[in-house]
């Protein structure tokens, strides 16, 4: 079986709330970066071909608690996601040498 790329975007709007967009990578992501603009506002972005997505500070300001602890989570939950690919790639070696 084999699985293509695809980005999906969604986007709920109900009467008396905030609309809500979501976007799910399941292509390769092309780029995260992360940068300071001359104005001294940090931001992260990731890219794929189809879409990015950017976190910056709160209303483009300057960097809140709430922007440290939101980027202390980013940061986390990458070393999560990072760890547990080269986990998941490692077994997938395994298996798949042993298999041949």
Known sequence: MTHGP???VSMSIDPGHRPRIGISF???ITRARARVLESGRPYLVLESDE???TV????AGPV???DLEVARQI???AAR???D?????AEHDQATGSAA
């Open 64 to 66: 809140t608690a709430q």
């Open 85 to 89: 690919c080269e986990r998941l790639h």
């Open 81 to 83: 996601y990072l760890a």
């Open 26 to 28: 399941y292509a390769s």
């Open 56 to 59: 910056s500070t709160t209303g």
């Open 51 to 53: 879409a990015d997505a």
């Open 75 to 77: 940061f986390n939950a």
């Open 6 to 8: 695809y980005t999906h």
